[in-house]
């Protein structure tokens, strides 16, 4: 079974021990190359030495902050930042953007609206994410180029944008309501409308090779490779 995905560099500096731990981990599985650092005293160093295409960064940390972190970043490097805090505030949101932050995730958050957020920022930054393979099916965002076996698979925008999310959260089960948030940018549509879609995008899939994307009755859908 084969699920890569060349992905960018992604940098977590966070001071909460699980926290730190489950966005490594879950920006990993994700397909990025991941570090994790504690507080900031060593970011320069891991910036000169890593070079991230992405900043994951806390906001509230020991000894310098996360705006003051960000100024760093942005003095250093090209790196997009992302501010991960529990202040919600309008000051606290427009300290953070003059200090360079590129988006904000308000604690707490879901894993899957971190990793929409992240495709994003480094979509903005014109950061190639890479191309997902799950067993033969290979998935190009940056190309809009969709292959399975080595057969080019012509897929509407929607189908296409569908099974980027799908790939880029391999192996996850992703409800209706993610799929409608993530996808079509709205919540209160009709579940069926997922449903319609997927099915029309397991048609042009399965033409070329046994079923990829699954359903978890109840939950969602899955994308992953044939066991």
């Keep these: 079974m084969t699920t890569k995905v060349a992905g960018a560099r ?6 909460d021990g699980a926290i730190l731990r489950s966005l490594v981990g879950s920006l990993g599985d ?5 570090r994790g650092l504690p507080d900031g005293r060593e970011l320069e160093t891991e910036l000169d030495r890593f070079r991230p295409d992405l900043v994951v960064l806390d906001w509230m940390l020991p000894g310098r902050d996360g705006p003051a972190l960000s100024r760093v970043i942005r003095s250093r490097t090209a790196a997009a930042v992302i501010m991960v805090t529990a202040r919600d505030e309008v000051d606290d949101r427009v300290r953070g953007f003059d200090a360079g932050v590129d988006d904000y995730v308000v604690k707490p958050f879901a894993t899957s609206e971190l990793l929409a957020r992240t495709r994003a920022v480094l979509r903005r ?4 994410v890479g191309t997902v393979q799950v067993d033969d099916l ?8 969709v292959t399975r076996g080595g057969v080019d698979i012509d897929l509407t925008a929607t189908e296409l944008r569908l099974l980027v999310f799908l790939a880029e959260n391999r192996d996850r089960v992703m409800s209706t309501l993610q799929i409608l948030t993530q996808v079509w ?13 997927v099915s029309a995008l397991r048609r ?8 990829l994307i699954h359903t978890a009755r109840g939950l969602g859908y899955v994308l992953r490779a044939p066991r």
Excluded: C, F
């Excluded at 992604?10 to 001071?15: G, N, P, Y």
């Excluded at 930054?125 to 190639?128: E, H, K, Q």
């Excluded at 290979?138 to 180029?145: E, H, I, N, S, T």
């Design 10 to 15: 992604v940098l977590v500096v966070e001071d």
């Design 204 to 211: 042009k899939i399965e033409a070329h090779g046994p079923r």
């Design 125 to 128: 930054a014109g950061v190639n």
């Design 30 to 34: 994700a397909g990025y190359e991941v």
């Design 185 to 197: 940018g709205y919540d209160d549509y009709a579940d069926n409308l997922v449903q319609v879609h």
């Design 138 to 145: 290979l998935v190009d965002p940056g190309a809009a180029r």
